[in-house]
Structures are given as structure tokens and as C-alpha cells.
């Protein structure tokens, strides 16, 4: 949320206006935690509309109108061609007859690439935007939050601690190198570091 500001008006009087922007910072992974770099992308929220490439992490950040919802559209590259599998069978000594049974190489059983393979993939998102709880006031709540928006599923333990909030915990732990303890105390400079820089 962005803090309030102080600005002149025309009486002379300074009043305080609370702008209803925020910041959205989001980092896009690939299933196998691979940033989505370079990628072209459109975020839309209310009648806002940002064009650009994610950065080499995968991050996108832009002020937002505060509103609850929006949109997002990342269009993937080509995908690579898969390298030619060529595996040629052993030579037979000269004067040798060919071996029985044929030699069987990976070409024999060679999958067809689908045409759609080599197309651009385009993936959609619809975006649920609210501000989050803040540690001073529900540390727990909070931390649950950020684990959820950083990927780590708690399964509906929201203000709630359980099993699935330990294992997230402690996953993200695993993640960023820290002592896997399972306990949310020991997390939370570190989501606040991730989640809200």
C-alpha cells in the first residue's frame, strides 16, 4: 500500500490524500521454479494496461489502481526444437553378414513433434488483489498470506497454523537456504525481504 503524502492545494492549506495506488510485484516460475525472464507480458487492472518483458527474475512491478481484481497475459516464446535424435546401428565387420536381429536405434520409435509444439504459448491469469495483513497485527495471518503468494500451499490454513503451514514453512526454508525449522518466527524477515521489497 502506498503511504500517504502531504501536497499543497490552492487554499494554501497542506491537506493529507491517501492515493489508491499500489504496488504490484510479481515473479513468474515455471513449474520447475525457472524465472520466466525476458517475457513478453500485459497486466491489466481496471482500465490500466502495462506492456513489457519480465525482468531476468522473472519480476514484473507496476503502481495499480486499488482495485480487486485484473488480469495478466504472459506470451511464452517458441518453445525449442528437440534436437535430432540420431544414433546410427554398429557397422558389421567386412565380408560379414548383417546381424540378426536387426540393430533397433531411438528412430525406430521416434514421436512425432505436434505441429501446435512450435507455436507461441499464451498463458492467462486472473488476479485477485487486497492488501495483505501486516505482521504488527496478525504476524501469523500475514506470514500465510506471503507463503500462499510466493507459491508455498498452506490448504487453507489461513490464520489458522497446521500441518500444511509447517510444510510450507519449511519448504521455503529449503528453498532459500535457511534452517529448516517449521516455525513461522524464523521466516518472517525473510518474507518480508521476498514478498513486499
Request: charged share 20%; proline share 13%; net charge neutral.
Amino acid at each position: 500500500m502506498v503511504s500517504p503524502r502531504t501536497a499543497p492545494v490552492r487554499t494554501g492549506n497542506t491537506s493529507t490524500f491517501i492515493l489508491k495506488q499500489r504496488r504490484l510485484h510479481l515473479v513468474l516460475l515455471d513449474p520447475q521454479d525457472v524465472p520466466y525472464a525476458e517475457t513478453e507480458y500485459v497486466l491489466t487492472v481496471g482500465r490500466t494496461e502495462h506492456c513489457g518483458r519480465t525482468a531476468a527474475d522473472g519480476s514484473l512491478s507496476h503502481e495499480v489502481p486499488g482495485l480487486a481484481a485484473g488480469a495478466l497475459r504472459v506470451k511464452l516464446p517458441r518453445p525449442p526444437a528437440p534436437p535430432a535424435r540420431r544414433s546410427a546401428p554398429p557397422a558389421a565387420p567386412k565380408g560379414a553378414p548383417p546381424p540378426y536381429p536387426p540393430p533397433i536405434t531411438e528412430e525406430d520409435f521416434a514421436d512425432p513433434v505436434p505441429a501446435a509444439a512450435s507455436e507461441p504459448v499464451t498463458l492467462d491469469w486472473a488476479l485477485q488483489l487486497q492488501s495483505l495483513a501486516g505482521f504488527e497485527a496478525d504476524a501469523l495471518r500475514a506470514a500465510q498470506e506471503r507463503l500462499h503468494n510466493l507459491g508455498f500451499s498452506i490448504e487453507g490454513e489461513r490464520g489458522a497454523p497446521g500441518p500444511s503451514t509447517r510444510a510450507a514453512v519449511r519448504a521455503f526454508q529449503r528453498r532459500h537456504c535457511l534452517p529448516e525449522t517449521g516455525q513461522l518466527a524464523d521466516i518472517s524477515r525473510e518474507l518480508i525481504r521476498l514478498h513486499d521489497a
